[in-house]
């Protein structure tokens, strides 16, 4: 196969004679990760990058994403990626295998990423949103918010987006202005409006989880008052059978210059009143904790960048 993406030598050079990655498998858990499977994991990364990500990639951007009474809709070449994607199991490569996750080294994963990444970078984001939401369940979930949402997001079957951004609150996100009021159980009614939010409605996922930043009523100013939300799109009971829509509604997607397969949403929160989420975390610590994700991200457009580098050339 002809070197495109990423070049399998370079790739080969830096985890094994550089990093001398087999090393990791002396330590309990990367004992399944040897020198064989790691470089299964490249070859299979490889494939999937060069057979579906990356001849679906003008289609999609040509295509783009279409908005239609508060539906999104994604290229149609990304149904059939992602059931790959989703099949391979590879949105949680690094995260315990007990919610889904492959369990696999970080930087076997970015060398994964490299191949994904530089294929298809628009389909990638929505795999980027999922997990990132997914950690900040992993990490600041009760039990139960992990058993109703955690494996259903590692593996794909539902989404993940991030709700921090306002059209008064981009750069100082402090300024925010959704509220969240607390109902007489363990919900809070969440209202708002949101812009900018990637991934926020599609029609990829049977279900999208949002972690959304909001302000407690009573709640101090700026970044010190916010609080950290998970507001499913449709409510799930607590048989994790589904309820009724949760009143988070798109109302339209950015015309872009590019990007055109990740569609950037505007989202209205409980316009009707009957919006629900619940709290993740602590109360007024929201902001801390959303950097588990941002930084995440921004970890993702590095990659992105160099992927796209290499790619080029
Ligand atoms: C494609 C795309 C996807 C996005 N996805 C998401 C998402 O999924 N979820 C989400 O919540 N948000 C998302 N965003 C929003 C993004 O986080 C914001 O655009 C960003 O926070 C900047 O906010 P702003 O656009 O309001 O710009 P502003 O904050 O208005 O900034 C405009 C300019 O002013 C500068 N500036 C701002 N404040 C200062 C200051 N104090 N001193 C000096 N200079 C300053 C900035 O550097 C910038 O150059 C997305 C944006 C884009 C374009």
């Given at each position: 196969m002809a070197q495109q993406v990423a070049d399998r030598r370079d790739v080969d050079f830096v985890l094994h004679e550089q990093l001398n990655i087999e090393q990791l498998s002396k330590y309990e858990q990367f004992v399944d990760f040897n020198k064989k499977t790691i470089d299964m994991v490249v070859s299979e990364a490889r494939n999937l990058a060069l057979k579906e990500l990356l001849p679906c990639q003008k289609e999609a951007d040509e295509q783009g994403c279409s908005f239609k009474n508060g539906t999104v809709t994604v290229p149609e070449v990304f149904h059939r990626a992602y059931a790959f994607f989703r099949e391979g199991e590879w949105i949680a490569m690094c995260d315990d295998p007990d919610w889904?996750?492959?369990?696999?080294?970080s930087a076997v994963a970015l060398a994964a990423n490299n191949y994904f990444n530089g294929a298809n970078f628009p389909f990638m984001l929505h795999n980027i949103l999922s997990h990132g939401a997914g950690k900040l369940v992993e990490f600041f979930g009760t039990d139960k918010q992990k058993e109703l949402f955690l494996e259903n997001m590692y593996t794909g079957l539902w989404g993940g987006s991030m709700l921090l951004t306002e059209s008064e609150a981009g750069s100082d996100v402090g300024a925010l202005t959704t509220k969240a009021v607390k109902n007489n159980n363990d919900t809070y009614a969440i209202t708002g409006n949101k812009i900018f939010i990637s991934s926020g409605e599609n029609n990829l996922v049977e279900n999208i989880i949002h972690p959304v930043l909001a302000r407690i009523e009573g709640a101090p100013d700026g970044t010190a008052g916010i609080s950290l939300f998970l507001v499913p799109k449709i409510w799930v009971n607590d048989d994790g059978s589904f309820g009724e829509?949760?009143?988070?509604?798109?109302t339209g997607i950015e015309k872009k210059m590019g990007i055109h397969g990740n569609p950037t949403c505007s989202m209205a929160l409980g316009g009707k009143g009957q919006c629900r989420g619940t709290l993740l975390g602590q109360e007024n610590q929201g902001m801390s904790a959303m950097f588990v994700m941002m930084n995440e991200a921004r970890l993702h457009v590095g990659m992105q960048g160099f992927s796209c580098a290499s790619a080029s050339y």
């Amino acid at each position: 196969m002809a070197q495109q993406v990423a070049d399998r030598r370079d790739v080969d050079f830096v985890l094994h004679e550089q990093l001398n990655i087999e090393q990791l498998s002396k330590y309990e858990q990367f004992v399944d990760f040897n020198k064989k499977t790691i470089d299964m994991v490249v070859s299979e990364a490889r494939n999937l990058a060069l057979k579906e990500l990356l001849p679906c990639q003008k289609e999609a951007d040509e295509q783009g994403c279409s908005f239609k009474n508060g539906t999104v809709t994604v290229p149609e070449v990304f149904h059939r990626a992602y059931a790959f994607f989703r099949e391979g199991e590879w949105i949680a490569m690094c995260d315990d295998p007990d919610w889904g996750g492959q369990g696999m080294p970080s930087a076997v994963a970015l060398a994964a990423n490299n191949y994904f990444n530089g294929a298809n970078f628009p389909f990638m984001l929505h795999n980027i949103l999922s997990h990132g939401a997914g950690k900040l369940v992993e990490f600041f979930g009760t039990d139960k918010q992990k058993e109703l949402f955690l494996e259903n997001m590692y593996t794909g079957l539902w989404g993940g987006s991030m709700l921090l951004t306002e059209s008064e609150a981009g750069s100082d996100v402090g300024a925010l202005t959704t509220k969240a009021v607390k109902n007489n159980n363990d919900t809070y009614a969440i209202t708002g409006n949101k812009i900018f939010i990637s991934s926020g409605e599609n029609n990829l996922v049977e279900n999208i989880i949002h972690p959304v930043l909001a302000r407690i009523e009573g709640a101090p100013d700026g970044t010190a008052g916010i609080s950290l939300f998970l507001v499913p799109k449709i409510w799930v009971n607590d048989d994790g059978s589904f309820g009724e829509f949760n009143d988070m509604v798109c109302t339209g997607i950015e015309k872009k210059m590019g990007i055109h397969g990740n569609p950037t949403c505007s989202m209205a929160l409980g316009g009707k009143g009957q919006c629900r989420g619940t709290l993740l975390g602590q109360e007024n610590q929201g902001m801390s904790a959303m950097f588990v994700m941002m930084n995440e991200a921004r970890l993702h457009v590095g990659m992105q960048g160099f992927s796209c580098a290499s790619a080029s050339y």
